[in-house]
T-cell receptor, first 112, second 114 residues
């Protein structure tokens, strides 16, 4: 089955700096890669996603890149703000149905 | 549109009991997936229902089961509860049309087994 690895597990940045979280997946049939943000005590919130026919996608301060050959995808957050502090999960989906395989999460802390 | 709702939000059960959790998807969404979230194992897929049929199943024992009704509402059941079943149970709904696969999560049910 699919396996998703996520790094780093914790990330601390200064406000205004950029943050990058990286994930790798194992199943070449995976074709959909969402990113979720989960604040303490709240539900995971879909923040951006990318499909396998696209290499990069941007939405204001966040962007996701996908390298299908290397089976890598990354989340980039620019001009980080304290409200960006949360746990971020990457995930992969493929092979029929709506099964998401999640990475282990990255605790992002944006310090003032 | 109203978001995904789950009931109850919190539940305390004793080992050996059974529990039923409910999920109402976003209106028009026909796919409901269930996930278990624990600090040790992270987010793990339980199963997915689409048009009242189980379409995918994760690697959980048969004590975990689910179903979906004609209005797309879904329930999951855990029988013979174990301490390790303590977790946040999340459901997610998806439209599933023309390649749309975005999943939107409900607030979860926090299950504590004592």
């Amino acid at each position: 089955g699919e396996n998703v690895e996520q790094h780093p597990s914790t990330l601390s940045v200064q406000e205004g700096d950029s943050a990058v979280i990286k994930c790798t997946y194992s199943d070449s049939a995976s074709n959909y890669f969402p990113w979720y943000k989960q604040e303490l005590g709240k539900r995971p919130q879909l923040i951006i996603d990318i499909r396998s026919n696209v290499g990069e996608k941007k939405d204001q301060r966040i962007a996701v890149t996908l390298n299908k050959t290397a089976k890598h995808f990354s989340l980039h957050i620019t001009e980080t703000q304290p409200e960006d502090s949360a746990v971020y999960f990457c995930a992969a989906m493929g092979g029929g149905g709506n099964k998401l395989t999640f990475g282990t999460g990255t605790q992002l802390k944006v310090e003032l | 549109k109203a978001g995904v709702t789950q009931t109850p939000r919190y539940l305390i059960k004793t080992r050996g009991q059974q529990v039923t959790l409910s999920c109402s998807p976003i209106s028009g969404h026909r796919s409901v997936s269930w996930y278990q979230q624990t600090p040790g194992q992270g987010l793990q897929f339980l199963f997915e229902y689409f048009s009242e049929t189980q379409r995918n199943k994760g690697n959980f024992p048969g004590r975990f089961s689910g179903r979906q009704f004609s209005n797309s509402r879904s329930e999951m059941n855990v029988s013979t509860l174990e301490l390790g079943d303590s977790a946040l149970y999340l459901c997610a709904s998806s439209f599933v049309l023309s390649g749309s696969t975005e999943q939107y999560f409900g607030p979860g049910t926090r299950l504590t087994v004592t």
